[in-house]
């Protein structure tokens, strides 16, 4: 408690520094030159003073009001974008702020998106009561190809080695598959109220579900790296699987700032997420795909 308490003070007195030390800087530099000034221009001031080289002084002091100026936009320009770690039983409190905005654009790539799913569809739901500002949403989830053999997710063998297992991957699939029906089926309903546009689609990428990556609104990303150790035994069989748990994966956050360093960290992983949306494959369980 006493740690927690000695950062919270810590952080505070970082903030107020940040906030008044531009201001009392630039006023005691620029309180310098005016004091200089008027040494140089009125006798009186500069006899009381003492100083002959008061000119000399205000010049130098203005200068480093202009440098000290250029030094902040400099460093503000270079730093690198907010991030901070958190973990994914939060993705709640990012999904209600991405609701505020008028579009929200949710998309992720990971292993089966039940986290995220969870948020997202009681999420969804409240807009059939109170859509708020939201008009458009649009929700891509990019989950492995479980139609593929697999070392992960995959039963664990005597000598630790994965072993491929197609009833497991199958169930995994199930799972993906109702979480997509479920989406969709709300997002008939809301587009049938006519207050909101709702478009949601499910992608199949492959491979081995090895990162966790959310991106809101095109201005926040969460990335991760599953543990793809992680075992779990299922009664049914008492076998053991290599299964990530998705719900522990700690999340590095990215935000927007306006700065030039985390407008192109933000782009990238954007541009990341879109080539790989667009070379994903559509489920075989989606009306109209081909088996």
């Not at 973990?87 to 008028?102: E, I, Q, T, W």
């Not at 939201?134 to 479980?146: E, K």
């Not at 139609?147 to 491929?164: E, N, Y």
Request: hydrophobic share 40%.
């Amino acid at each position: 408690m006493a740690g927690r308490s000695e950062s919270g003070v810590s952080e505070r007195l970082r903030r107020f520094q940040e906030r008044f030390e531009p201001v009392v800087t630039r006023a005691v530099l620029l309180g310098i030159f005016v004091t200089g000034l008027t040494a140089q221009v009125v006798p009186a001031v500069g006899d009381a003073l003492e100083g002959k080289a008061y000119l000399g002084g205000a010049l130098l002091s203005l200068v480093g009001y202009v440098l000290y100026d250029t030094l902040k936009d400099l460093t503000s320009s270079v730093r690198a974008p907010s991030r901070t770690l958190v973990n994914s039983s939060r993705l709640g409190s990012f999904v209600s702020d991405a609701f505020r905005a008028r579009k929200v654009e949710i998309s992720f790539l990971g292993y089966t998106g039940e986290t995220l799913f969870n948020e997202l569809y009681h999420r969804l739901e409240d807009l059939l009561d109170n859509a708020g500002p939201t008009r458009r949403v649009t929700v891509r989830m990019l989950v492995p190809d479980f139609g593929q053999p697999m070392i992960v997710p995959s039963k664990v063998g005597d000598d630790g080695a994965p072993v491929d297992d197609a009833d497991f991957r199958e169930r995994l699939e199930r799972r993906c598959r109702e979480y997509d029906e479920m989406l969709t089926v709300l997002a008939e309903r809301l587009n049938a109220a006519g207050l909101v546009r709702v478009e949601s689609e499910y992608r199949l990428y492959p491979g081995i579900p090895r990162d966790k990556i959310c991106i809101f609104n095109r201005e926040q990303v969460l990335h991760g790296l599953y543990d793809l150790s992680a075992r779990r035994s299922l009664l049914a069989n008492g076998s053991e699987y290599y299964d990530p748990k998705g719900y522990t994966t700690d999340l590095t956050v990215s935000s927007r700032e306006g700065t030039a360093a985390a407008d192109t960290a933000l782009s990238t992983w954007n541009r990341h997420f879109d080539n790989l949306w667009a070379l994903a494959a559509r489920p075989r369980w989606r009306p109209g795909t081909a088996a």
